[in-house]
């Protein structure tokens, strides 16, 4: 079993920046492919970034392209999210997620694959 644990939410302003981090511990992190997900208040649960665990693949949703970055260091057993430009629309709790795989270049954007969620960071953003 694998927990994980967001920090790095905050209030920020419009086009300020923002670094989420999630730690993981138990099993072998550098096993596990890991996402990140947002929740705006009176909107469903929505991807934002997956990363394989060998780090060398990513995906985005296209809202946050060009502005967040999903990186990892498995010997830190850290996944993170370089949130820049950052709007009122990016408000939202945001979880971290992880899945094992057995392949290293697997990511999925399907929450229902996740195994494991942390609770949660709040990102709210000032106009």
């Known amino acids: 079993q694998v927990q994980v644990a967001e920090s790095g939410g905050g209030l920020v302003q419009d086009g300020g920046s923002l670094r989420l981090s999630c730690a993981a511990s138990?099993?072998?992190?550098?096993?596990?492919?890991m996402g990140w997900f947002r929740q705006a208040p009176g909107k469903e649960r929505e991807f934002v970034a997956a990363?394989?665990?060998?780090?060398?693949?990513?995906l985005y949703t296209e809202s946050v392209k060009g502005r967040f970055t999903i990186s990892r260091d498995n010997a830190k057993n850290t996944v993170y999210l370089q949130m820049n430009s950052l709007a009122p629309e990016d408000t939202a709790i945001y979880y971290c997620?992880?899945?094992?795989?057995?392949?290293?270049?697997?990511?999925?954007?399907?929450?229902?694959?996740?195994?494991?969620w942390g609770q949660g960071t709040q990102v709210t953003v000032s106009s």
């Open positions: 997620a992880a899945v094992y795989s057995s392949s290293s270049s697997y990511y999925t954007p399907r929450s229902r694959a996740y195994e494991y």
């Open positions: 138990g099993r072998t992190f550098s096993s596990y492919a």
């Open positions: 990363i394989s665990w060998s780090g060398s693949s990513t």
